[in-house]
């Protein structure tokens, strides 16, 4: 039986003993928090969002196999970036469920946004992660405008009040939906001067009513190039004098090491060693799919990717020869009104498809082919241009008005993270 009081990070007891890695395997984001601004090799910063390395799911298991080799006391694995777990879902479930199958008694655990973790909760259930952090900044969406510049949900963009209205409806059920299921549920609050830090002991109090078990308060790190760079850090002593408001209502957290998204060892010592592994495991060359030498693509003429995968009657699929693309057959999906057997007969029909490119997909069909083998990837453009991306390995831009969410000069604009 898994012993909970060894994550570190929810209990102070456990953080000289228990170590804990953070397996930076979603590099997307979601939402644009006016506080960050995400750099992937920064090896001389401590802060979320950032990681030397970004790995795919399998090097993650060969890394965790090499860190608990030099690191017995390992007991948790995380997911927390260096973008959202849950912007990045199929990477993130795949990784747990490959650590899960490997090291059946390690803790698990993820730290969201709570903005899309909503349809995958009953699978974390599933899959045992026992611990979730969501970020929550404020129940005020006048509030939450002046910290998130744009929310991207359901494929949609939200910019002011009603990004605030959306990110927040959505941490509210998911963290109702957890604490019905009897998950350990964290929540994080960055500690804003001038914009939130008066509404702190207010979100302290309607997160203890929703049942949440631990509130980390995290004082703004002032980053460079972000609308909050000016901002002067809340002094240490304040800080404390909040911490004490906060246990008013439930638990604070008060050892916190404001954790990079590959943080590995123990809380605020974390490994060198440990980052040497990392490095390694992205180097390692992961299986190519040869046996899975196909690409399915929801087209409705064979040129574009342009169709949703529920409306789709037929599947062209297609393989990479010496001479360019070539199709190799168009294949019937299967009836609707099925449910999910649908989507079950599908991965059947594709299993020699490594990848699947799509114009839309919803979450319960994304899953079962991911589960497959089939990573789905939903894009609109082009079929040799998604082609190209499988199997070279070539950036994937979209036909996708994107100008509206981008956050700087070298951004790609498409809100799906800086990445």
């Known amino acids: 039986?898994?012993?909970?009081?060894?994550?570190?990070?929810?209990?102070?007891?456990?953080?000289?003993?228990?170590?804990?890695?953070?397996?930076?395997?979603?590099?997307?984001?979601n939402v644009k928090c006016n506080y960050c601004n995400r750099k992937f090799d920064c090896v001389n910063e401590s802060r979320p969002g950032v990681t030397s390395n970004v790995l795919q799911p399998e090097q993650a298991l060969e890394y965790v196999k090499n860190l608990k080799n030099i690191m017995p006391e390992l007991t948790v694995v995380g997911i927390a970036g260096p973008g959202d777990p849950f912007a990045n879902a199929e990477k993130t479930m795949k990784t747990l469920r490959l650590v899960k199958e490997e090291f059946p008694d390690m803790l698990l655990c993820v730290s969201t946004n709570g903005l899309n973790v909503g349809p995958y909760i009953d699978e974390l259930k599933e899959l045992d992660v026992s611990h979730v952090t969501v970020t929550l900044n404020s129940f005020r969406p006048e509030t939450l405008e002046k910290i998130y510049g744009w929310v991207r949900y359901d494929k949609r963009g939200y910019f002011g009040k009603s990004a605030g209205e959306v990110l927040l409806e959505k941490q509210v059920a998911a963290i109702k939906k957890m604490k019905s299921l009897d998950m350990v549920v964290k929540v994080n609050s960055i500690v804003i001067p001038g914009v939130n830090d008066n509404e702190i002991e207010e979100v302290a109090e309607?997160?203890?009513?929703?049942?949440?078990?631990?509130?980390?308060?995290?004082?703004?790190?002032?980053?460079?190039?972000?609308?909050?760079?000016?901002?002067?850090?809340?002094?240490?002593?304040?800080?404390?004098?909040?911490?004490?408001?906060?246990?008013?209502?439930?638990?604070?957290?008060?050892?916190?090491a404001r954790c990079r998204a590959d943080a590995a060892g123990l809380l605020g010592k974390d490994s060198a060693e440990a980052a040497q592994l990392l490095s390694e495991?992205?180097?390692?060359?992961?299986?190519?799919?040869?046996?899975?030498?196909?690409?399915?693509v929801a087209s409705m003429e064979g040129i574009l990717v342009n169709q949703h995968l529920g409306e789709a009657d037929r599947i062209h699929v297609f393989k990479e020869t010496p001479n360019g693309y070539k199709l190799v057959n168009i294949r019937t999906t299967p009836d609707r009104g099925i449910g999910d057997k649908r989507w079950l007969e599908l991965a059947d029909t594709l299993n020699d498809c490594r990848s699947m490119l799509v114009g839309g997909i919803g979450p319960k069909p994304s899953k079962i082919l991911s589960k497959s083998g089939i990573k789905v990837i939903e894009m609109s453009g082009m079929i040799d241009q998604g082609l190209d991306h499988v199997y070279k390995g070539t950036e994937l831009r979209t036909l996708c008005k994107s100008e509206v969410f981008k956050c700087g000069s070298g951004c790609t604009g498409n809100a799906s993270g800086c990445g």
């Open 1 to 29: 039986m898994k012993d909970f009081t060894k994550h570190p990070c929810f209990n102070k007891g456990a953080h000289h003993t228990n170590a804990r890695v953070h397996l930076p395997v979603a590099p997307q984001c």
């Open 206 to 256: 309607k997160i203890a009513e929703m049942g949440v078990d631990l509130m980390n308060t995290i004082p703004l790190f002032p980053v460079k190039d972000t609308p909050f760079e000016d901002l002067t850090e809340p002094s240490s002593e304040w800080m404390k004098a909040l911490r004490q408001k906060v246990e008013t209502y439930l638990p604070p957290m008060s050892h916190c």
């Open 281 to 296: 495991a992205a180097k390692l060359t992961i299986n190519d799919g040869e046996e899975r030498p196909y690409v399915a």
